[in-house]
């Protein structure tokens, strides 16, 4: 998952004007297959030590998780072919963090495993706010009910299609949301270790 706010140096990405809606992600991996097909061999060799998911970034379309599937079928085939043992039961999960993926999520999840909300992503995409920019900090707001609308979709929309949903980022250690997200359904909150506690606590006590 990199450009935009992840740079590495080692890839020479151009210099962009707007790089949140750039050339980062999963549109890097589909317009350079070697490095994406690299990577997916290395997590099909390692699914046989163990059970691994793989979760894509920055979707936009059911057209990106099809040719993501092409690429995986052609990687586990090489793999047949090199008698090189892996899992063919590895769970394939995609990250909501763009309002196209938000509504298109019933027919996403249709695709796929899993959803994970990127709230960091979907409340910068959905306000149409950099929040790389300091000046618009009084305008971010991951709080905004547009933000929770997107995710209560999304829920809606994988749990009619039968798929688990999980929140990362910011918000799923916000403990003033714990409640709603609770209310919305959601499957699973990731958070920092720091935060595991406090959110098991604030979970418990929630009628």
């Not at 997916?40 to 979707?59: D, N, V």
């Not at 039961?89 to 495993?113: F, H």
């Not at 790389?132 to 709080?143: E, G, M, S, V």
Request: charged share 30%; with cysteine; net charge negative.
């Amino acid at each position: 998952d990199i450009g935009a706010d992840k740079q590495v140096d080692y890839f020479g990405l151009d210099k962009e004007e707007n790089p949140a809606l750039g050339y980062r992600a999963i549109r890097i991996c589909l317009t350079r297959p070697e490095i994406f097909k690299t990577q997916l061999r290395a997590l099909y060799r390692a699914s046989a030590y163990g059970q691994i998911a793989i979760m894509f970034p920055m979707i936009i379309s059911v057209k990106e998780v099809k040719q993501i599937k092409v690429i995986i079928e052609e990687v586990k085939e090489e793999l047949r072919e090199a008698k090189i043992p892996f899992r063919e039961d590895v769970e394939l999960g995609i990250m909501i963090e763009t309002p196209a993926a938000v509504m298109m999520s019933r027919e996403l999840a249709k695709e796929v495993d899993f959803f994970s909300v990127g709230t960091n992503d979907l409340t910068q995409y959905t306000l149409a706010i950099d929040r790389q920019n300091q000046k618009l900090d009084a305008f971010y707001d991951p709080h905004h009910p547009a933000v929770l609308a997107m995710i209560r979709m999304a829920a809606e929309n994988a749990h009619a299609e039968g798929k688990w949903i999980g929140i990362c980022g910011e918000l799923g250690a916000d403990l003033e949301l714990t409640e709603e997200f609770l209310s919305m359904g959601l499957d699973e909150l990731s958070v920092s270790p720091a935060m595991v506690l406090p959110l098991r606590k604030k979970i418990r006590e929630t009628k």
